[in-house]
């Protein structure tokens, strides 16, 4: 909070605080560097074809057009009609009862315009131990891995502060420290993450190291102000330095990042998440003119944080899109369904947008309310986009209660009504991991988490519809509260099984909660099951790989086993059982599958 010129001179003889501090930010990009190097092989493989620089990044409308199925190598068996006693089996029951015969591919259909993924395996599936103990939880959505990360990132910092200096005694070196991480709160504060661009990572996936940092940057904040007021007070110059004008705009400073800290508690976010969102960007734009004044020696920072702040905001409005949506509510699921089939490309599957209701009947200030919710479907198909709003605030409920009044009183005729949205997106997704690059694919989801699988399989299907899959084994895990779920998504999920000619597709769905009227399941087609429990993942896991090797002793001249994907999308504490699940899973026979990697939506 001292006002003196940024020089040697300021802090202890021996260190210049500025350099310093300096040279940590340098140490800090280093380290993630580190870490882009390492995501580097995969997304070399991933931008190799053509088709990935499109995808991912922008939404936008474009003209379908049909394209021929790829013919089929070989004559595929119908099964057998009529009742059949294995029917309802799944994977974790037996892996024998289908014939993997349909699964072979002959070598010559490269030659007629197949465009199979490259893959290239994550460092998980080259040292797996390591991986395991840097997957185990800690925490519920917590592993050893992050906590890693957050140990050096704050030994780097608590080396910055105490490096020949004491805080009570030197407290602007806590300044230096604060002052050198303000970009990096920033930074990954932002929807637009330059960060997680070059590691593969979502927002999402970075934002315990924000809530981090800023912790950090709060508590550096306060001790330096505390050691000010204490010379003060003890030279009896607390009253003269507090009227000057840098000081009381140190104090603003200090006032709006502990405001920040305060209102990001999870009872703000969880109870009064606008609120949250609406006092860290006045609190934020706020805090870098008061900084600026207090100290003009910190411009470098200043201007850093601004700039990736506007890069953006400009970058937001650059991804947002207006558009008329259909909403109808599905009741059993307690779901509003938005479609928007003039929107139908620019996402990868697993991705999510921000969207807003631009519609009075959400409320005076719903309009300005935004809220991610992950694509239920493929991109290039012609149903477009379709998002799935689980009821489960004022927001949502207001959106669900608003397609269900419409019912079938809506001019066009059909169930539902036709409201303005605004998208803004895609963010997050599977990085540089590419689905159609595995030999088989597992989706373990929850509740609403079912769309992440949903636009998952549908993209894997498309794409090996048109030969460029390497997936021929895909399982879908679906848990649900009550076994009525089901109920409205049967035909999506028949039409995707149906859809499953070269590739089989199993989805099992398990209910944890007794029904008063449970649903029938004569209804149900082949490879879709319905079962009471919670699902046995570990045997689901140990069968898919079983065929997996299987397929791929038959076909070792021409494709390789590249591995197992498990996709998870649900509460946190099925991430934690699932990771628990592969960290369980023998050495030689993860060998042997190729590797098995882990996405957690």
Not at 94 to 104: K, R, Y
């Amino acid at each position: 909070m001292e006002a003196t010129t940024l020089s040697v001179s300021s802090t202890s003889p021996a260190v210049n605080a500025f350099q310093l501090v300096f040279h940590i930010d340098v140490f800090l990009l280093a380290l993630a560097g580190v870490f882009a190097l390492f995501a580097l092989p995969r997304a070399v493989a991933r931008f190799s074809r053509a088709a990935e620089w499109r995808q991912g990044h922008i939404l936008r409308a474009i003209p379908l057009e049909r394209r021929a199925p790829r013919p089929p190598m070989r004559s595929v068996q119908s099964p057998p009609a009529g009742p059949s006693t294995a029917d309802n089996l799944t994977s974790e029951e037996s892996h024998t009862l289908h014939s993997e015969a349909h699964l072979i591919r002959h070598p010559a259909a490269k030659k007629e315009g197949w465009s199979l993924p490259p893959h290239v395996c994550a460092w998980s599936s080259r040292v797996p131990t390591f991986a395991n103990i840097l997957r185990y939880r800690l925490d519920a959505g917590f592993s050893v891995g992050q906590a890693l990360i957050l140990v050096i990132y704050s030994a780097a910092l608590v080396y910055a502060g105490f490096l020949k200096s004491n805080p009570f005694a030197d407290p602007l070196r806590t300044g230096f420290v604060a002052m050198s991480q303000i970009p990096v709160v920033y930074l990954l504060a932002t929807k637009n993450n330059i960060l997680g661009i070059f590691l593969g990572l979502g927002y999402e996936k970075l934002n315990y190291i924000h809530r981090f940092a800023g912790t950090l940057l709060v508590i550096a904040s306060n001790v330096h102000s505390i050691g000010y007021i204490y010379q003060w007070t003890i030279d009896h110059t607390f009253s003269k330095n507090i009227r000057m004008s840098p000081h009381i705009w140190a104090f603003v400073a200090l006032v709006t990042v502990d405001l920040i800290y305060l209102f990001s508690i999870p009872f703000f976010r969880r109870r009064a998440y606008n609120f949250f969102y609406c006092s860290h960007v006045v609190l934020f734009v706020l805090f870098l003119p008061a900084i600026h004044a207090h100290q003009p020696g910190v411009w470098p920072y200043v201007i850093a944080a601004a700039g990736i702040i506007s890069l953006d905001y400009l970058i937001r409005f650059m991804k947002t899109r207006v558009f008329n949506a259909r909403i109808r509510p599905i009741p059993d699921l307690m779901l509003t369904r938005i479609e928007v089939p003039q929107l139908n490309a620019g996402w990868r599957a697993g991705q999510h947008v921000r969207l807003r209701v631009l519609s009075s009947a959400m409320g005076w200030f719903g309009w300005a309310e935004s809220h991610p919710f992950t694509i239920a479907t493929a991109a290039k198909t012609p149903e477009g986009m379709v998002l799935l709003c689980k009821k489960t605030g004022g927001w949502t409920g207001r959106l669900y209660d608003m397609a269900k009044a419409a019912g079938y009183a809506s001019d066009e005729g059909a169930y539902g009504r036709t409201v303005q949205i605004m998208i803004e997106g895609p963010y997050g997704g599977p990085g540089h991991c590419v689905f159609a690059s595995y030999s088989a694919a597992i989706f373990v989801v929850g509740g609403s988490g079912i769309t992440f699988a949903l636009s998952a399989v549908q993209d894997i299907l498309q794409r090996d519809s048109e030969g460029a899959s390497r997936v021929k084994i895909i399982e879908v895990i679906w848990s649900v509260q009550d076994s009525a779920s089901l109920t409205p998504l049967v035909p999506q999920l028949t039409a995707l099984i149906q859809q499953s000619i070269y590739t089989p597709l199993k989805i099992s769905v398990h209910y944890t909660r007794t029904s008063e009227k449970p649903a029938g399941k004569d209804f149900l087609p082949p490879g879709l099951t319905l079962t009471a429990g919670r699902p046995k993942i570990a045997k689901v896991l140990d069968a898919v790989m079983s065929r997996a090797v299987s397929y791929g002793s038959n076909v070792k001249a021409s494709l390789d086993i590249t591995g197992v994907v498990v996709g998870v999308c649900g509460p946190t504490g099925m991430g934690d059982d699932v990771a628990h699940v592969i960290s369980q899973v023998d050495g030689g026979r993860r060998w042997a599958v190729g590797g098995i990697e882990m996405h957690e939506e």
